[in-house]
Each structure stands twice: as structure tokens, then as C-alpha cells.
């Protein structure tokens, strides 16, 4: 996985950089709460249960979720959009794993 995510970061490929943390992301959110983050747009319960377990506001979740999920399907992810989305994720990571 490190040596493909430095191919596209060397072709500067942020898009397809975001889809794969996106990936990862999606996967470990489910494997340690049991929401999916994959299946279709979010309920308000699905951000109920991520706000309990990781102690972040529902609505900053809301919020950085639903953006990340509009940055995926973009033609073009800056950098500063991307360090945004992926310290995004591996905050709510963090919080869910401690």
C-alpha cells in the first residue's frame, strides 16, 4: 500500500490518494463501531454511534465526513485539501481506537 500511495503521490494523483485512505478509513470505522460508512449516505444514527464511541461532535462529523465524501468524487484535490481530509480521518481514527 506505501509504495503505491507514493506513485501517486509522486504523479501528484491526490484524487486517487484520498479514494485509498478513503478505503482504509471506511473500513476500520466499521470493524471497530459497526457503521458503514460505504453503504449509501450516513443516518443520523450512524452519527449518533460515531460521536459516542470517538467523543466528536456529531455535527463536525457530519461535516467532515459528508466533505470528504464530495473531495472523492472531485476532479481535483489540492494539497491542502487533501493533508485537511486525511488528518480529518485519522483524528476520528485516533479518537475511535483510544
Partial sequence: MQL???LYYQ??????????????????VKRL???DL???VP???AYTRLSEKSGI??????TLI???GMGIYRSYVSDVQLKEYIDGMND???ALKS
Wanted: hydrophobic share 35%.
Fill in 4 to 6: 503505491i500511495s507514493n
Fill in 11 to 28: 504523479k501528484h494523483e491526490n484524487g486517487e490518494i484520498l479514494k485509498m485512505k478513503h478505503l482504509y478509513f471506511c473500513a476500520e
Fill in 33 to 35: 463501531t459497526g457503521v
Fill in 38 to 40: 460505504q453503504e449509501g
Fill in 43 to 45: 443516518d443520523d444514527a
Fill in 57 to 62: 461532535d456529531k455535527d463536525a462529523l457530519r
Fill in 66 to 68: 459528508k466533505n470528504i
Fill in 92 to 94: 476520528i481514527l485516533h
